[in-house]
Structures are given as C-alpha cells and as structure tokens.
C-alpha cells in the first residue's frame, strides 16, 4: 500500500479532507508527529 507525506506547503484542507474521505489511507504531513519537522529541505525528506 502506498503511504503519503503531505508537503507543509500544501493546503491543510488537502489531507484533512483525504482523512475524512478515505479514512484506511495513510497519509501523513510534514510537521505531524512523527514525519519530518516544518523546514526540512526535501532531499532530506526523500531519503
């Protein structure tokens, strides 16, 4: 199953409502607990 990391620059709308919609999907933002910290460049987040 595909898991989702939503960037901190995309609307919270996104992922709030994707939660609310499909509620088995994995989808997490950056920020969240345990996901990468607000500021973390991307090629740390794509390692």
């Known amino acids: 199953m595909l898991k989702y990391l939503m960037d901190e620059n995309v609307d919270p709308i996104y992922p709030t409502q994707l939660r609310r919609r499909k509620s088995d999907l994995p989808i997490r933002a950056v920020g969240e607990i345990q ?13």
């Open 35 to 47: 996901t990468p910290a607000k500021g973390t460049l991307d090629p740390e987040i794509m390692l």
